[in-house]
Each structure stands twice: as C-alpha cells, then as structure tokens.
C-alpha cells in the first residue's frame, strides 16, 4: 500500500513550488467552443424528468422553502434517521459551514482531492496540514494520518484521482474525539455505491458529504447533504443561513432520491465502467501514463509536457482539466472527463495526432 507524508503547509508546498491554487475549478478551462472534457458533470443532463419536477416547484417559491419532505427522502435513501440530515446547497456549503462549526486543534487533508474542503478551513483560519498519497496509485495509507489528528477530509472516490479507497480503511480513520469527513461526491458513479460509508450510521465522528451535481447535471442549481451524527448535524445547523436551499433544489432532491431515479444512476454507474476502461485504454495507447483502478467520471493522466499537451488540445478545440492546481500534482497532470464513446473519439484522435 502506497505511503504518504504530512507537511505543515505555507506559501509554498514541499519541494519549493508556489502553492497551488485552491479556488480553480474545471469550469474555468471550459469556454464556448470547446469540447469539454474539463467539468466532470454527466453528459446529457439533467434527464427531462428531472427537469419537469424542478419546473414544477417552481409554482410553490412564492413560499419558504421547506425541507421536510426532501430530508425524509435522503434519510430515507440511506436508511438514516431524519436528524442525521442537513441538506445544503451543494457539497461546497457542507464544507464552509463544517469549517465554521469545527474548532480543530490539527486538521488533516489527505490529497490529491478536491480543493475545497481545504480552502473552506483556511478561509476560516484554522492551519491545514496535508497527507499527500503518492502517485502512480494513490493508494491511501490510513497509518500516514497524524494519529493526533482530530479533524481528517479525505475523498472517496476521489476527485482528481479517480480512485476507490476501501471502506475498512476509511472507517479505520474513525475514532473517538476526531471528526472524519468523507467527501462522496462521486459514489453513485460507482456500481452499487461500493465502499461507501453514507449508511453506516453510529461509526464515530463520521460525516459524509453527498452531491446531486455530477450525476444529474445540477451544478446550477446547488443540490447536495450531509449524514452525520445528529448532534453534528445540529450545529452544522445552526451555523447554516435560513432557507439555504431552494424550493427547486428541494424538490430535485426528492426526485432524485426516488427508486426510479437510483435505478437509473445505477445504470449509469455501469455504462460509465465500459466507457471509462476504454477512455484509459486509448489514452495509454496515446502515451499518457493512466492512474490505475479508476472509480469515477473523470481519469487522472500524467503526460511529458503536460502543460504544453493541454494548451495544444485547447488550441484545437478540446478542454482539459490542468492538474497542477491540487496539491499533490504538478503540470504533467491532466484530468479528463469520462464522455459518451463518439465524443471521447474526438478526444483520442486529436492526441493521437498531437503526439
């Protein structure tokens, strides 16, 4: 199992470069024009039901919203009581407002992972320290967390890697007097949400950060939950503004909680294996060096050149996510969305051509 080593983190990251930059996101390398392999958002959503119900509720904004009915929903989906919901907007609010509410004497980020949970305790002036997996695998070695640790965020599956961690070794983090966040983001990309702790109620200071983004294309809309102990879910709570959810948001997430809806993303799960094996497959012919045992939407790749690779790529009309801005990873790096197989053709052939 790989190994990863904690560094206290300041102006500049181990190895002496500038510090990446923790606010750049995959929308920022998307432009009109471009064929977007950069945000790792479902192709062809949300699906037209979708759409309809959220239309729907449209006609009830004239009143607050009310959350009762989609945090019975999700409590529901997960078989977990109704206190240990909060519903929020987005998975990036779960982080701002855990990074308000917790008062962590040593945080830890285990990374490569998405940006955000990091950028959320700074913000809010709490010291970051970083456990930082090592390539090519990015395997997580629960032994590499300071034991001392009293707040641990890590990402399952992770984004950028791509990579599965198991739920024992998760669940291993836990203990008495840490709070261990689990960013889920991206666990109904996975068939049968494996390795995911989102229903395991009564494991110690365990939340777990879910969206409704990538698989059903709400990134505008701001849809996501937290499960955590009741008391938790409480002070995240009350630190939350008044009626941060929308009624639409709302009522996305009632639907999308629904047997209908969870057969379809789990069918989708499993169409997403075969084309993301085949994306990895073209990408190693092309010569990138393919992160193995991917999970998610989105393949991690390194390149020679890979800045250089991916300003070619935009010069021809495709967007990439540049790797260097996650911790961890440097410009060789490239983050590519998993597309339907005839427009991940348009992708392969252009590298094939450029390389």
Not at 72 to 94: K, Y
Not at 156 to 169: F, G, I, Q, R, Y
Not at 307 to 332: C, K, S
Request: with cysteine; charged share 25%.
């Amino acid at each position: 199992m790989g190994t990863g080593m904690a560094t206290e983190e300041s102006g500049l990251s181990a190895g002496g470069r500038a510090e990446p930059d923790l606010h750049h996101h995959g929308d920022s390398e998307a432009a009109p024009g471009l064929l977007d392999f950069a945000v790792n958002v479902r192709e062809g959503t949300p699906p037209t039901w979708l759409t309809e119900r959220i239309a729907a509720s449209l006609a009830d904004v004239a009143a607050y919203p009310d959350p009762a009915p989609a945090r019975d929903a999700v409590a529901r989906r997960h078989g977990r009581d109704i206190s240990e919901v909060l519903l929020t907007a987005g998975a990036a609010e779960a982080f701002v407002l855990l990074a308000r509410v917790l008062h962590p004497r040593r945080a830890v980020v285990v990374h490569p992972q998405f940006t955000e949970p990091e950028a959320a305790l700074r913000a809010a002036g709490h010291p970051v320290e970083r456990v930082v997996l090592e390539a090519p695998r990015f395997e997580l070695d629960p032994g590499a967390v300071p034991a001392d640790a009293d707040l641990v965020m890590v990402g399952n599956p992770t984004n950028p890697t791509s990579v599965l961690h198991p739920a024992a070794a998760l669940r291993s983090l836990a203990r008495p007097g840490r709070t261990l966040v689990v960013d889920e983001a991206f666990a109904d990309c996975v068939p049968g949400e494996a390795e995911s702790l989102a229903d395991r109620a009564g494991v110690p200071g365990l939340v777990v950060v879910r969206s409704l983004t990538k698989t059903w294309g709400l990134a505008g809309l701001r849809a996501g939950y937290v499960l955590a102990e009741a008391q938790t879910a409480a002070r995240l709570a009350e630190a939350q503004p008044l009626w941060s959810v929308s009624t639409p948001a709302l009522a996305a997430t009632v639907a999308c909680c629904e047997p209908q809806a969870l057969a379809e993303a789990e069918e989708w799960a499993c169409r997403l294996a075969g084309e993301r094996a085949e994306l990895a497959a073209d990408l190693a012919a092309c010569g990138l060096r393919v992160t193995p045992a991917a999970s998610a939407s989105f393949l991690l790749a390194e390149a020679d050149d890979g800045a250089r690779l991916r300003e070619r790529l935009r010069a021809a009309g495709i967007a990439v996510r540049r790797g260097d801005t996650f911790p961890g990873l440097g410009p060789n790096w490239l983050r590519v969305a998993v597309r339907e197989r005839p427009t991940a053709l348009r992708l392969t052939r252009t590298l094939a051509e450029l390389l």
